[in-house]
């Protein structure tokens, strides 16, 4: 499981069984690949205008990860975070819903009828993992020492506009905030990298501060992208939107995206 499988598992509403957002979901996983491989030191992202750099070519413990990486080590030259997210994105949200299927954690109906461009309807079967995962969010969001994994979920979970619906309600407002903050600095924990090189606190220190800086610019390039896109759909007008309601809108809610949860 990897971080787009959790990602899109928290991004489906457990009753309207609706994808917040499917036509920004695609661009959401891409960066979510991208953080995977960054946290298993695979590749490293340049500051300034950020390119991905292949530190590693030795495989992943998941296929589609692998298939990443090998298409970014063949890049030349190697692509900005901007241009690698908007590269051949259609599609993923739909792969991702098929990992899914194929752990056990939702079934999607092909066969049920519709309207044309409306999604197939989606039933969500692995309630506790979900709810574990928005446990994690919670938490990371309040705890420094949370791994590295915790904290980039929670990120991209801002990021996407999922907090929102995830953790609704004025009194929720705090949790929300620091999700924010979380995303803006998307600090590594120390205590996770110094168990994984033990011993060596300067090493240790080293490996935080690069990630750290990565992920800060993979979710600072999202950021811009997802606004861009946006602007994109404002620009065309109220005929997007409504088209999206028979197809995106009516699948991730649009702008509203689906309720709150308790």
């Given amino acids: 499981m990897t971080l787009g499988d959790d990602l899109l598992l928290l991004a489906v509403h457990p009753r309207s069984g609706r994808v917040h957002r499917p036509e920004r979901m695609d661009l959401v996983l891409r960066a979510a690949e991208l953080l995977e491989l960054l946290l298993a030191g695979r590749i490293g992202v340049t ?3 950020p390119r991905i ?3 590693s070519a ?3 413990a998941d296929r589609r990860l692998d298939t990443v990486l090998r298409l970014l080590g063949e890049a030349s030259p190697a692509p900005t975070v901007g241009e690698w997210l908007k590269r051949s994105s259609r599609g993923t949200t739909l792969s991702y819903l098929s990992r899914l299927e194929g752990q056990g954690a939702l079934t999607v109906d092909r066969r049920a009828k519709r309207y044309a461009g409306s999604p ?4 969500l079967l692995d309630r506790a993992r979900r709810a574990d995962l928005r446990r994690r969010v919670a938490g990371a969001a309040g705890d420094p020492e949370r791994t590295a994994a915790d904290h980039a979920l929670a990120a991209l979970v801002n990021t996407a506009g999922l907090s929102r619906r995830l953790y609704r309600g004025p009194h929720r407002r705090p949790l929300r905030r620091r999700l924010a903050r979380l995303a803006e600095s998307a600090p590594l924990a120390l205590g996770a990298v110094a168990a994984l090189v033990p011993g060596d606190a300067e090493l240790a220190a080293a490996i935080s501060e690069a990630v750290s800086t990565g992920v800060r610019e993979l979710n600072s390039q999202l950021s811009k992208e997802l606004r861009a896109e946006h602007r994109m759909e404002d620009a065309a007008g109220g005929h997007h939107g409504h088209h999206g309601s028979g197809g995106h809108h009516g699948h991730g ?3 509203g995206g689906y309720g709150g949860e308790p």
């Fill in 120 to 123: 197939a309807p989606i039933t």
């Fill in 53 to 55: 750099v292949v530190e």
């Fill in 58 to 60: 030795a495989p992943t």
């Fill in 253 to 255: 809610g649009g702008h």
């Fill in 47 to 49: 500051s300034g205008r």
